[in-house]
């Protein structure tokens, strides 16, 4: 049986969070790159290689891509047959490896939470809390994502409890104007379809996490109705001229129209009438993995897989 | 542990400064050299740049509603919208990119009138109420790139709290700036590319059907 040592998961939480501060995945820099290349607008293209610059600069230099570093999201799939050698509970020891992270003499963080929001607004200094989601499966090791998400893009969420015959398409086209620049597009789109309100915004924010692949899915079609889904809302999204400083072409990077994952659909199309009067409908931006730290990122996440102690 | 990536997994970028790019001394600027600023313009900014966000804003209006002088002189200067990670080693200041500009929309009008405040740079853009506020006081926005925030410190030479250092990150900074790349965002007739940005280029896309 796995065993998962409380020094272990902590350092790994620590460990992911520095890593995500300095380094895009490779997925959001090719598609950056991309988007590069194909600009024409002068002002958006001149972010874009600044984006990118900045990106090279970090990796090399080890330092936080945006100064907002984030409010600290954690997606855990725990393994049901694993064994913990533990004396904090799971959520305390994340949280230490926030601390960890965020208070690393190398590389300082940014501590961006208040303790007392509507009251004293007490920075805690360390960003802790993490905001924790957990999943029991089957298996004996445990997964961990990590993103660290920019109040820029984090604030520009919406929700909105849609009527069936209502389009969800229609909906995302009519949020984007509304939702300024200050989620730094070029961006993603995270979207969740379905379930309840709160379960409709999870799905959101996780469906950030996947890999950037709409131009593989432009190449091989859609097969399913997410799919479809995703490639509509990209063209439309991409023809309304927003992006970079002020407007632009359509970006690589930009608006992929994300999310719909399998729990997505089953959700909105289950056994449960009541499910499925009304189709919630969340919307999250923000730069997958890692994006334009500031303001902007939805970080991914370093994914570690915690195996035998 | 997580692997590194490569260094080749990054394009060979260099960042080139357009012709027709307006070099700046803050130290010298006037109104009327603002007023010559045109929506769209590359400006880079040298010189003393104050800093402050949503609770350094918050605390100069009520001290002003109190009658009470700030602890600044804010007249023809310009301040920059940042939260900046802590230093270390030996960097003057950590990763300091903008924050989204709209939060202080609300503080503008009085910030201008009452200060002289000439300008503002930030993330993104601005709403109604700054963007009236900046017309009827001849004053700019300027906007540097969000998410470029290890770029841009690179252009910060030194950084010093002035004020409200109680408030860590949000305390009023002064920093001293070399070439910091900005671009005007809302011009002194209230302008904004944010605007004319998204309809231009929606024209743009849709003519090529």
Redesign the interface.
């Known amino acids: 049986m796995t065993v998962i040592r409380q020094e272990d998961l902590i350092q790994s939480v620590a ?2 969070l520095q ?1 995500i501060s300095y ?1 895009h995945p ?1 997925d959001f ?1 090719d598609a950056m ?1 991309a988007a ?1 290349e194909r600009e024409e ?3 958006a293209r ?2 874009i ?13 080890h ?7 984030g409010i600290v999201t954690v997606f855990v799939h725990v393994g049901m047959d694993v064994r913990w050698a533990c004396e904090l509970s799971l959520d305390d020891m994340i949280n230490e490896g926030v601390r960890r992270a965020y208070t690393l ?8 939470v208040l303790a007392d929001p509507d009251g004293k ?1 007490k ?1 805690t200094g360390d960003n802790t809390p993490a905001v924790i989601h957990h999943k029991l499966v089957p298996g004996d090791t445990v997964e961990v994502h990590v993103a660290a998400k920019g ?2 893009s984090e ?1 520009k969420s919406k929700f909105a409890m849609l009527n069936p015959s209502d389009s969800v398409v229609d909906w995302v086209l009519e949020q984007l ?1 509304k939702m ?3 989620w ?1 597009p070029p961006g993603m789109l995270g979207i969740g379809i379905g379930g309840t309100a709160e379960k409709a915004m999870a799905l959101a924010k996780e469906a950030l996490l996947d890999p950037i692949d709409i131009q593989a899915l432009q190449a091989r079609g859609a097969g399913n109705r997410a799919e479809e889904l995703r490639l509509e809302l990209f063209d439309k999204v ?13 970006h690589g990077a930009r608006h992929q129209g994300q999310g719909l994952s399998d729990t997505c659909r089953q959700q909105a199309g289950g056994d449960h009438p009541q499910l499925r009067r009304h189709a919630s409908c969340a919307l999250y931006v923000g ?1 997958q993995w890692g ?7 939805a970080r991914r996440l ?1 994914r ?1 897989h915690l195996g035998s102690g | ?2 692997p ?2 490569k ?1 080749d ?3 060979e ?3 080139e400064v ?1 012709e027709g790019v307006r070099r700046v001394d803050l130290d010298t600027l006037t109104p009327e050299m603002v007023r010559e600023w045109q929506p ?1 313009d ?1 400006v880079l900014l040298s010189g003393k740049l104050l800093t402050g966000r949503d ?1 350094a804003h918050k605390r100069m209006i009520d001290m002003l509603a109190k009658g009470e002088s700030l602890p600044v002189d804010l007249k023809n200067r310009f301040i920059y919208y ?5 230093p ?2 030996d960097e003057v200041v ?9 939060r202080m929309d609300k503080f503008t009008r009085t910030l201008l009138e009452q200060t002289g405040l000439l300008g503002m740079v930030g ?3 601005r709403g109604p109420l700054a963007i009236e506020a900046i017309r009827d006081n001849q004053a700019v926005y300027l ?1 540097a ?7 841009v410190a ?1 252009a910060i030479k030194k950084a010093e709290v002035i004020a409200f250092d109680d408030l ?2 949000e305390a009023i900074y002064e920093f001293e700036v070399e070439d910091m ?1 900005v ?1 005007v ?1 809302v011009d002194h007739l209230g302008t904004s ?2 605007q ?11 003519a090529r059907g």
């Open positions: 460990d992911a890593y380094y490779k820099i790159n590069y607008n002068p002002a001149d972010a290689a600044q984006i990118l610059i900045n990106s090279r600069m970090c990796a090399t230099g330092r936080p891509i945006c100064q907002d570093t003499p190398d590389n300082v963080l940014r501590a961006s607004r920075n109040g820029g604030a104007p300024g620049a200050g730094c991409n023809q309304s001229g927003i992006g970079a400083q002020g407007g632009g072409l359509d730069w994006g334009r730290a500031a303001g902007t990122q370093a570690n | 542990m997580l590194a990536p260094l997994d990054w394009p970028i260099t960042w357009g769209g590359t609770a940042v939260g900046p990670v802590d270390v080693g950590g990763p300091a990119g903008p924050t989204t500009a709209t993330k993104a853009e906007m790139v969000g998410g470029a925030a290890y770029l690179q860590g990150m790349p671009t965002a590319v944010h004319t940005g998204p309809a231009k280029w929606k024209e743009i896309i849709a």
